[in-house]
Nanobody
Framework: QVQFVESGGGLVQPGGSLRLSCAASEFTLDRAAIGWFRQASGKEHEGVSCISSDSSTYYTDSVKGRFTISRDNAKNTVYLQMTSLKPEDTAVYHC?????????????????WGQGTQVTVSA
């Protein structure tokens, strides 16, 4: 059974850093595009970043220069390094797969959503 598990969230002060991990079982991550999404309380899901099967990377404008997505094929894990965190980054962060291998702005094309990990940025 395919399962994605996110981890690494927590409470951090503004300006701090966190590294989120997306680990998969029964699914090889480098064969798909892997997206990170977030959902703040009372808001819809927002695409944050994506890494395609050919390792192209994409970021939403609000996180460019602060977040870095990467993939460790040996560990079958995708990471989201987050720096210079702001209160507006507070959300539940999820990872999901786009089996076609290409990052897609259509959130509905992503599958195997994990339960998410909470990121709270607060003083």
């Amino acid at each position: 059974q395919v399962q994605f598990v996110e981890s690494g969230g927590g409470l951090v002060q503004p300006g701090g850093s966190l590294r989120l991990s997306c680990a998969a079982s029964e699914f090889t991550l480098d064969r798909a595009a892997i997206g990170w999404f977030r959902q703040a309380s009372g808001k819809e899901h927002e695409g944050v970043s994506c890494i395609s099967s050919d390792s192209s990377t994409y970021y939403t404008d609000s996180v460019k220069g602060r977040f870095t997505i990467s993939r460790d094929n040996a560990k079958n894990t995708v990471y989201l390094q987050m720096t210079s965190l702001k209160p507006e980054d507070t959300a539940v962060y999820h990872c999901a797969a786009q089996p076609g291998g290409t990052c897609d702005s259509n959130i509905m094309s992503y599958e195997y959503w994990g339960q998410g990990t909470q990121v709270t940025v607060s003083a």
